[in-house]
T-cell receptor, first 115, second 111 residues
Framework: EAGVAQSPRYKIIEKRQSVAFWCNPISGHATLYWYQQILGQGPKLLIQ????????DSQLPKDRFSAERLKGVDSTLKIQPAKLEDSAVYLC?????????????FGNGTRLTVT | GEDVEQSLFLSVREGDSSVINCTYT??????LYWYKQEPGAGLQLLTY?????DMKQDQRLTVLLNKKDKHLSLRIADTQTGDSAIYFC???????????FGKGTKLSVKP
């Protein structure tokens, strides 16, 4: 079974620039998550999709972050404009469904550095 | 909301057992998870335990759950250098199935 794919692996941008990350979840997984992991901390949920609908985006800074999952499969996360504090690893995860018994499977993440 | 606490560092000698501890606040977490993160990689699911269980064993891994004290531990028997990584405890405290993570425990294994 192929895992969760993310690209790019690394990205360096200057503050105020924009950036986009891409995620392809495990085939058949209805639920997709974007997490932000700042150095030295645990991952923090940004947004959760069920198929192509948003379930939870309460922690997403909507003035600069946006995400979509148009066809219920791949997803993109965008930051515009970026700030220095957005430097982090952005992790995509997927699960079969939203039940607590359905483990999350993570991709390797995109490491963003904002200078 | 859910809050998950872990000690930040643990150092053991190769061959010894490692015990990583975690406390959580939300008693409604139906599942509790342990993930492993190696440098530059995503999180790898190690094991998980249902909240009505006290213990789960999976090869070298033993998970103990004390629901009364909201305490979870992960024991790694015969720890190897390849076990060096950051270990995250997570609770399914989110109502929509998402996970709430602790800050992670960095395990260093000395030869």
């Amino acid at each position: 079974e192929a895992g969760v794919a993310q690209s790019p692996r690394y990205k360096i941008i200057e503050k105020r620039q924009s950036v986009a990350f891409w995620c392809n979840p495990i085939s058949g997984h209805a639920t997709l998550y974007w997490y932000q992991q700042i150095l030295g901390q645990g991952p923090k949920l940004l947004i959760q999709f069920q198929n192509n609908g948003v379930v939870d985006d309460s922690q997403l800074p909507k003035d600069r972050f946006s995400a979509e999952r148009l066809k219920g499969v791949d997803s993109t996360l965008k930051i515009q404009p970026a700030k220095l504090e957005d430097s982090a690893v952005y992790l995509c995860a997927s699960s079969l469904d939203r039940t607590a018994s359905s483990p999350l499977h993570f991709g390797n993440g995109t490491r963003l550095t904002v200078t | 909301g859910e809050d998950v606490e872990q000690s930040l560092f643990l150092s053991v000698r190769e061959g010894d057992s490692s015990v990583i501890n975690c406390t959580y606040t939300d008693s409604s977490s139906t599942y509790l998870y342990w993930y492993k993160q190696e440098p530059g990689a995503g999180l790898q699911l190690l094991t998980y335990i249902f909240s009505n269980m006290d213990m789960k064993q999976d090869q070298r891994l033993t998970v103990l759950l004390n629901k009364k004290d909201k305490h979870l531990s992960l024991r790694i028997a015969d720890t190897q250098t390849g076990d060096s990584a950051i270990y995250f405890c997570a609770g399914s405290g989110g109502s929509q199935g998402n996970l709430i993570f602790g800050k992670g425990t960095k395990l260093s294994v000395k030869p």
